[in-house]
Nanobody
Framework: QLQLVESGGGLVQAGGSLRLSCTFS????????IGWFRQAPGKEREGISC??????????PNSLKGRHSISRDRDNTKNTVYLQMTSLKPEDTAVYYC???????????????????WGQGTQVTVSS
């Protein structure tokens, strides 16, 4: 099973920034995608971003465009995807997860059903 490890979470004041990292074990797939999801207490898991293996395609819902960005290591050797979050709000407080999709396509989605392997999550807490 593929291993994914999130890091970079923590406590930050409203308006602050955090960069989350998702490091995953070596893959042999030519096409895959990494997605970021979050789950706040008492709420359902929410997809927030994704990026394809060659970083050719990314996706953000309209509600998060302009505040967050997603990228991956430049030479694709570190198997790491980053989620840069800015202008954080208390409602961004959640456990953030990254996940791996083995679907062979040149675009990605934030539908959790498309993802096969999940990390353990990292807590992000935004204080007001």
């Amino acid at each position: 099973q593929l291993q994914l490890v999130e890091s970079g979470g923590g406590l930050v004041q409203a308006g602050g920034s955090l960069r989350l990292s998702c490091t995953f074990s070596r893959v042999t797939f030519d096409y895959y995608a990494i997605g970021w999801f979050r789950q706040a207490p008492g709420k359902e898991r929410e997809g927030i971003s994704c990026i394809t293996s060659g970083a050719a395609a990314t996706y953000f819902p309209n509600s998060l465009k302009g505040r967050h960005s997603i990228s991956r290591d430049r030479d694709n050797t570190k198997n790491t995807v980053y989620l840069q979050m800015t202008s954080l709000k208390p409602e961004d407080t959640a456990v953030y997860y990254c996940a791996f999709s083995r679907l062979r396509r040149d675009w990605c989605s934030i539908s959790s059903g498309d993802y096969n392997d999940w990390g353990q999550g990292t807590q992000v807490t935004v204080s007001s």
